[in-house]
């Protein structure tokens, strides 16, 4: 699991939070917000998720992404 500090020194992952302060985003939309690749908001999503600060709901299609609070008040 990555550390909350690993993960916030990533740009792309700062930018990725900030879009998801909003509200829930799949990875086209998060993709759109940022300016990033499809295929990067997939990985530093993922590494956001390793860290416990994203977490995903997938309907079997589609895979949201939202901002987990509780770990950003701690």
């Known amino acids: 699991m990555r550390s ?8 792309q992952c700062r ?3 900030a879009a998801l302060e909003s509200g829930p985003m ?3 939309l998060l993709a759109n917000a ?3 690749t499809k295929g990067s908001v997939r990985k530093h999503a993922h590494v956001l998720v390793e860290a416990n ?3 995903e709901d997938s309907d079997g ?3 949201t992404k939202s901002m987990n609070r509780r ?4």
Do not use: D, M
């Open 15 to 17: 930018r990725i939070l």
């Open 71 to 74: 770990t950003l008040v701690r």
């Open 34 to 36: 940022t300016k990033l």
């Open 53 to 55: 600060l994203v977490s």
């Open 4 to 11: 909350l500090e690993e993960s916030l020194k990533s740009e």
């Open 26 to 28: 799949t990875v086209e």
């Open 61 to 63: 299609r589609f895979s």
